[in-house]
């Protein structure tokens, strides 16, 4: 009964997350919602027993994408966000009409057709196994990753550098 | 706990991910919503995972994996564009962008 309910606080604090980060208006606050939504994610993997995944899903999305995010929202917009007239009810409600047509259209039929296996079978801590496949099937995908990796990490310097105007350069700041 | 279950939740996230895509018109809010669209099927890949036959050959955790290394990097080279195209139109409204339009 404990992984009951655990899943459903743990989907209700994603779904809120989630809910809060897509509505607020301030950014930040919307950032931080969106905080509360990988930590929610991050604990239903861990209820799912992948305990990696979890970890990762802390690592890389609260710690690593988080604070890029703050970032992005200092560097650019006034920390408030949009003002009033961007967000009118008129828009978000045909917004919500959309999802849902695609909710209950897309999605529902094919899930509902599925068979729903009750009780999943146990399973082995993954960590050690998972590390042995990174470097035997998986390794060439492995080094193609790091090869995106590293040219996502040239690419996005680049692109936030901008063109560097000569006019620029002359300017006394 | 059911397989439905933690579908139905996926589905729900990602529908929550798509209106916020839909309606926000601040270009960092969309990606962030993309990033929630995302997060739901790596909730689907754990799931499936999970519940299937035979879940030491690790196929979800592995594609997990691999999906949020992607999702990563998405995120840093959007912001890069998003920082880029602030410098130029000195907004990150969407809707303020329409210079293809304009005749």
Redesign the interface.
Known sequence: MNEVVAFWILSAVAVLGALVAVRKRNLIHGVFALLVFFAGLSGLFLLLLAEFIAAVQVLVYIGAVGVLLLFAIMLTERVAGDDDRRMTSRGWSWGLVMAAAVFVVLLLPPILQLPSPEAAQPIKPSVEELGHKLMNPYVVTLEVLALLLTAALIGAVTAAQGVRMPKEENSPE | ?????????A??????????A?????A??V???V??ML?AA??NF??F???SDN??L?H???F???A???A??????G??????V??HFKT??L?SMDTLREE
């Open positions: 706990m059911t397989l439905h279950h933690y579908l139905i939740l589905a729900v996230l990602f529908c929550v991910g798509l209106m916020g839909f309606t926000r018109r601040n960092i809010v990606l962030f919503s990033e929630i997060n790596n909730l754990i799931a995972w999970r519940y879940p030491a690790l979800g955790p592995m997990t994996l691999f949020i290394a992607v990563a990097a998405e995120v840093a080279v912001l890069a564009l998003v920082i880029a602030y410098r990150v409204d809707e």
